[in-house]
């Protein structure tokens, strides 16, 4: 990989954690410039989720003050979303790279879209949570589909802690801040152990990791700030229309 190239997935993952920043879609930025620089999907793939590693590191030590008391629940939740996570990781590893191509328009078709509906989605979990009574535990279907969440999450990521975000915010009548800084943790939970996988066993291009996990940090780092100066609207609807656009990019060129 040429020096270019690292720079640009650099550049790529400030912009990475800038999106993140905004609706928790860094890797909608992220995978397709480790396709553009020349990765094979399989391989983009596996080397974006062990680069968030460091976007996850950032959100949970950055949503410390939020997880106060949060500690047993996230501990059940975290053990599910973690065996979730290896699951869908494996899962990836299995799937015939062929198939695996078929299947990635339409993933980030489905990331696009959640980006754009973001808004009105937390905003029906809250109005949602806040008719229930307080709960102190998730039940069973809650666990459930923070598992397939997890399994989604470990397969390709993207989007993963959107829906996780609305999940817990409909199951768990909290503020949005506590709900999503347990999203943080429980989608970390799942991007972690995959990552681990897939550092193992799986092809991971380790130089477009640092180029890329470094960029991530800065953008996840400074992306708060800048998200305040600059409206999230037109940001989030212009990414959102990039990515229907390369996924039907991706289909069309297959």
């Known amino acids: 990989m040429t020096g270019w190239q690292l720079a640009f997935l650099f550049v790529a993952g400030i912009g990475g954690g800038l999106t993140g920043s905004i609706a928790g879609l860094a ?13 094979p999907p399989v391989v983009a793939n596996v080397t974006n989720t062990v680069a968030m590693i460091g976007t996850t590191a950032g959100s949970v030590a950055g949503s ?3 997880l106060r008391g949060q500690g047993p629940v996230l501990l059940r939740l975290c053990a599910l979303t973690a065996v979730g996570g290896a699951a869908g990781g494996a899962l990836l590893l299995v799937t015939p790279s062929d198939a695996f191509e078929a299947i990635v ?3 980030i078709a489905l990331a696009s879209v959640l980006l754009v509906v973001a808004p009105r989605l937390r905003a029906w979990a809250t109005r949602h949570a806040a008719e229930t009574a307080p709960a102190t535990r998730l039940g069973p279907l809650t666990l459930v589909a923070a598992f397939g969440v997890a399994l989604y999450g ?13 999940l817990l915010s409909v199951s768990w009548s909290q503020s949005l801040a506590r ?4 999203k ?3 989608s970390g939970a799942a991007n972690i152990v995959a990552a681990v996988v897939f550092a193992i066993v799986a092809p991971v291009h380790w130089a477009a990791v640092g ?24 940001l989030r609807l212009a990414i959102g229309l990039a990515g229907l656009g390369l996924a039907a990019s991706l289909w069309f060129g297959r």
């Open 27 to 39: 890797s909608l930025v992220s995978y397709p410039a480790l396709l553009a620089v020349g990765l």
């Open 64 to 66: 410390r003050p939020e």
């Open 105 to 107: 328009p339409w993933l």
């Open 154 to 166: 470990g397969y390709f990521g993207a989007a993963a802690g959107v829906m996780m975000l609305a």
């Open 179 to 182: 709900s999503n800084a347990a």
């Open 184 to 186: 943080n943790v429980a």
């Open 211 to 234: 180029a890329l996990a470094a960029g991530l940090l800065i953008g996840s780092r400074v992306g708060p700030a800048l998200v305040r100066r600059v409206p999230a609207t037109p």
